[in-house]
């Protein structure tokens, strides 16, 4: 399980104090009734989510140094109308259904990532900066949402997938191009919460299978870009790590990071379950 996409930025440390510039969500097709039978077809520009995830850091000198990530991302919704507005016809997540005197029935499904991913930080002023040097990632899709994904405290190991991992499917693969972000917890909210943003680019390609999900484009975007907040933690050592992330496709380069921030503005509220957390 390689092949990074949302391997995105240490998740966990990464922050962008940008101007608001004209930021392109382009629009893309999904098909869920490759997944459910009472799923939707539907067109949307953003996936909003969460992630958890373990870092480790080595310091090299009394400011710098390098690091390693684990993280594992669940989508929460799909988004439309340039990242502003959930779409209303989506079975993603949605919970079973119950006729009585007739029965239960599946409905919802999952689609979550993993990554590992590594780079080097730098402390500077209290702001802690750091940049992704590599990263790979994988995307799957839980039609029965009865995975469970565990992670002992190893940023050199993907997350664990148990429970019933066996009508899972990868749909994507990636490898990273770049991720930057900062941390600044003089800008952390009430609890620790929303102290820096990151940004990551990462090459994207579906499988047959993914193709079958993500519908149009054809071919698909070829480039995936994630942004998000992150929550406080300590620059050393091994840490837990939580807060939120959108995905948006088909950039053609990277983007600075005053347009990165951007991206991550959606994130404020998280309506899934991401932002609702801090880091442990």
């Given at each position: 399980?390689?092949?990074?996409?949302?391997?995105?930025?240490?998740?966990?440390?990464?922050?962008?104090?940008?101007?608001?510039?004209?930021?392109?969500?382009?629009?893309?097709?999904?098909?869920?009734?490759?997944?459910?039978?009472?799923?939707?077809?539907?067109?949307?520009?953003?996936?909003?989510?969460?992630?958890?995830?373990?870092?480790?850091?080595?310091?090299?000198?009394?400011?710098?140094?390098?690091?390693?990530?684990?993280?594992?991302?669940?989508?929460?919704?799909?988004?439309?109308?340039?990242?502003?507005?959930?779409?209303?016809?989506?079975?993603?997540?949605?919970?079973?259904?119950?006729?009585?005197?007739?029965?239960t029935?599946?409905?919802?499904?999952?689609?979550?990532?993993?990554?590992?991913?590594?780079?080097?930080?730098?402390?500077?002023?209290?702001?802690?900066?750091?940049?992704?040097?590599?990263?790979?990632?994988?995307?799957?899709?839980?039609?029965?949402?009865?995975?469970?994904?565990?992670?002992?405290?190893?940023?050199?190991?993907?997350?664990?997938?148990?429970?019933?991992?066996?009508?899972?499917?990868?749909?994507?693969?990636?490898?990273?191009?770049?991720?930057?972000?900062?941390?600044?917890?003089?800008?952390?909210?009430?609890?620790?919460?929303?102290?820096?943003?990151?940004?990551?680019?990462?090459?994207f390609?579906?499988t047959?299978?993914?193709?079958?999900?993500?519908?149009?484009?054809?071919?698909?975007?070829?480039?995936q870009?994630?942004?998000g907040?992150?929550?406080?933690?300590?620059?050393?050592?091994?840490?837990?790590?939580?807060?939120?992330?959108?995905?948006?496709?088909?950039?053609?380069?990277?983007?600075?990071?005053?347009?990165l921030?951007l991206?991550?503005?959606?994130?404020t509220?998280?309506?899934?379950?991401?932002?609702?957390?801090?880091?442990?």
């Open positions: 399980m390689k092949k990074n996409l949302v391997y995105l930025a240490v998740a966990s440390a990464i922050a962008f104090n940008a101007p608001a510039h004209a930021v392109v969500f382009n629009d893309f097709t999904v098909d869920e009734t490759s997944v459910e039978d009472y799923g939707y077809i539907f067109t949307a520009d953003k996936i909003t989510g969460n992630y958890d995830e373990w870092a480790s850091f080595t310091a090299l000198t009394a400011n710098s140094g390098t690091f390693t990530t684990s993280i594992k991302w669940n989508a929460g919704q799909f988004v439309t109308n340039d990242g502003s507005t959930p779409v209303g016809n989506s079975v993603l997540n949605s919970p079973d259904v119950t006729i009585p005197n007739v029965g029935y599946e409905v919802g499904y999952g689609l979550y990532g993993l990554l590992l991913g590594g780079g080097t930080y730098a402390t500077s002023g209290g702001i802690t900066t750091f940049t992704f040097t590599w990263g790979d990632l994988e995307v799957y899709i839980d039609p029965d949402r009865d995975t469970t994904l565990t992670n002992a405290g190893d940023s050199t190991v993907y997350y664990t997938r148990g429970g019933n991992v066996l009508d899972d499917y990868l749909v994507a693969t990636g490898s990273s191009m770049s991720g930057v972000g900062k941390l600044d917890p003089t800008t952390c909210g009430a609890g620790g919460i929303n102290c820096g943003s990151f940004g990551t680019s990462t090459l390609a579906l047959d299978a993914g193709k079958e999900f993500f519908t149009a484009p054809n071919p698909f975007y070829n480039l870009f994630d942004s907040q992150l929550n406080n933690f300590d620059v050393g050592g091994t840490q837990h790590i939580n807060g939120s992330m959108d995905v948006v496709f088909g950039r053609t380069q990277v983007p600075e990071p005053s347009t921030a991206l991550g503005l959606g994130l509220g998280l309506g899934f379950a991401a932002r609702r957390r801090k880091s442990a």
